[in-house]
């Protein structure tokens, strides 16, 4: 076999070889090609699964958040309400006290209203007043006198001759003319 001698003449077991290499060469080329494919796919299927198991979480976390924002501002609302009940309770104590020491005040002036007015219809000639008016503005008057000596012995130095002065004891008898017997 010299120079230009054509391949059929040579070894037909190399052609049959070269054959089946060309097509096993092919085969493999076109696995390739649909491994690659498949590759692709697979890597958009999970890409995609990925974004939808995201947007899940977020699906499912939103419905939470919303239900605690919602919670937290009821707390608040709760807190505020107790606050506003408990200045409320503070606010109706106080008016309590008020109303009675008004009702206090209001029963010392009708009993002083009909104490006058009895006093007046009393008054003799001379311009005095019956006894009732006046033990009961002596009383008053002597109250205050004790409570003045109270003050001005307290601030009085000790041994002083300023001292508390001793009164004698009221009467067990009430004062004449006030209608009342003993």
Do not use: F
Not at 4 to 17: F, I, M, N, Q, T
Not at 22 to 43: F, G, P, S, W
Not at 73 to 93: F, N, S
Not at 146 to 167: F, I, Q
């Amino acid at each position: 076999m010299v120079g230009g001698a054509s391949s059929s003449r040579e070894d037909p077991g190399r052609s049959v070889l070269e054959g089946q290499l060309a097509a096993a060469v092919a085969r493999a080329e076109d696995a390739l090609a649909q491994v690659q494919e498949r590759e692709t796919e697979l890597r958009n299927a999970l890409a995609q699964m990925t974004t939808l198991e995201a947007e899940m979480v977020e699906l499912c976390l939103r419905p939470e958040v919303a239900e605690v924002t919602r919670w937290r501002q009821e707390a608040e609302e709760a807190t505020r309400w107790r606050t506003e009940v408990g200045y409320l309770h503070t606010q109706l104590r106080e008016e309590r006290h008020r109303c009675e020491l008004l009702r206090s005040d209001m029963k010392g002036l009708e009993r002083a209203l009909a104490l006058v007015g009895r006093s007046r219809s009393s008054v003799s000639r001379s311009g005095i007043p019956s006894g009732s008016t006046e033990h009961y503005l002596t009383g008053s008057s002597r109250r205050r006198r004790n409570k003045e000596e109270a003050r001005r012995h307290e601030r009085a130095p000790e041994g002083s001759e300023t001292g508390p002065r001793v009164m004698a004891p009221p009467s067990p008898r009430p004062p004449e003319g006030t209608g009342e017997s003993g």
